[in-house]
């Protein structure tokens, strides 16, 4: 009998299929017809065994049936359809907007290991989790990512580096979440590392876990403190804003906490001197985001000026004695070198399609070591001309000609 043993997967039989989850949140299916060719088979938690089968004949079969699996893999949370990317893939992290590594040429950098959400925030600049017209989602090995982003940093040589893991979605569906931020923590570049999250799915546990791995801040959105409202403007019925201030209080007490509502006019106008009352009570610094529209995003009032806002802020000082904006700049903004781009406006190339954007027929190109998106791309598959649109920041658009 060969068995076969995963730290990352675990089996749960089911009459007419083999259902393996990956990293918790995402799985596949594999039809008892296609094991069974394989040989007579039983499972326990992480482990399958092949009855009258060699070690190697099973080793081989087995896992050319996982790699057709991860063509399918699945999130269990977000129902849609996700892209594993991992050192053998082929793709880069370098040229999404939603995926990878995101560098502007500073001491900042954002760390994109995942797409999805559990919840459907009305003001949410990238549209993202429920109700998305998105669909497909990524998650990024996490050895990759590090590996990436040491190389990065290697190649800047900047003592200051601010990581900032800021997802497109929730970055605590991230089933490695610990060990990535205690990996980042120890490449030598690296001085702070902040997690922006809507708090959902942080236990005290998680919270523990993290601070002891090196994370340095949460960056906590709430945007209502009354249940009705909350709910509905973080779009999920089961939002609980009890929950939220509860584990905000305990994280609070561990990590630097910053509370970071999104003002929307005529929308959450009376919440917000709640939510700073909140931060006060727990010392807690509530640093106030302007609604600002995005094309892509989900826009559910009119953006107010930025004078405005800020005549807002101001009373908003004067009438609960809290200071909302920095005296000074918490973090000293840095240029650092950049990657160059291998790509020029205008230029005609040909690149690899690697599959599916996150739009409907929007793909994914690669070239030059780079993940380009083409949107309204005919193709699916094979090798595309294209014209470059952008290249600002390595975020690489193009289009098929």
């Not at 009570?281 to 892509?296: D, G, S």
Request: with cysteine; aromatic share 10%.
């Amino acid at each position: 009998m060969a068995t076969l043993t995963f730290e990352t997967l675990q089996f749960r039989q089911y009459p007419v299929f083999l259902k393996i989850i990956f990293l918790k949140y995402y799985f596949f299916t594999i039809s008892n017809k296609e094991l069974e060719n394989i040989g007579q088979h039983k499972t326990t938690d992480n482990s399958i065994s092949f009855e009258g089968v060699s070690e190697k004949k099973a080793h081989h079969a087995f896992h050319i049936l996982i790699e057709k699996g991860f063509r399918e893999l699945k999130g269990i949370l977000t129902k849609k359809q996700t892209m594993y990317i991992h050192q053998n893939s082929g793709i880069p992290l370098t040229g999404s907007r939603f995926i990878g590594i995101q560098d502007r040429g500073t001491n900042f950098l954002e760390i994109k290991p995942i797409t999805g959400c559990t919840m459907g925030c009305t003001f949410c600049s990238v549209d993202e989790g429920i109700g998305s017209k998105k669909m497909h989602d990524f998650l990024v090995e996490r050895e990759y990512i590090v590996k990436e982003t040491k190389k990065l940093l290697d190649f800047k040589q900047s003592t200051n580096m601010h990581l900032y893991i800021n997802v497109h979605g929730e970055p605590m569906l991230y089933p490695e979440i610990v060990e990535l931020v205690s990996d980042l923590s120890h490449i030598q570049w690296v001085k702070d590392i902040t997690i922006i999250t809507t708090a959902v799915l942080l236990t005290k546990e998680l919270i523990e876990q993290l601070a002891a791995a090196g994370l340095t801040e949460f960056n906590v959105s709430i945007s209502a403190m009354d249940v009705d409202s909350a709910k509905k403007i973080m779009g999920n019925a089961a939002y609980s804003i009890e929950h939220i201030k509860n584990i905000v209080r305990h994280a609070a007490t561990k990590i630097k906490t910053t509370i970071a509502p999104v003002w929307m006019d005529g929308i959450n106008d009376e919440e917000i001197e709640k939510i700073i009352l909140f931060g006060k009570e727990i010392n807690c610094p509530v640093r106030i985001q302007k609604f600002c529209y995005n094309k892509f995003g989900r826009n559910p009032t009119e953006e107010i000026s930025w004078e405005e806002f800020f005549a807002k802020i101001e009373a908003l000082e004067k009438k609960t004695g809290v200071i909302l904006k920095e005296k000074e700049q918490k973090y000293k903004l840095e240029n650092t070198k950049e990657y160059p781009v291998p790509f020029r406006r205008r230029e005609i190339i040909e690149a690899k399609i690697i599959g599916h954007g996150r739009y409907f027929h929007e793909q994914l190109c690669v070239a030059k070591e780079r993940l380009i998106s083409i949107p309204l791309c005919k193709k699916n598959s094979g090798k595309i001309k294209i014209r470059i649109l952008k290249t600002t920041h390595n975020v690489i658009i193009g289009e098929e000609i």
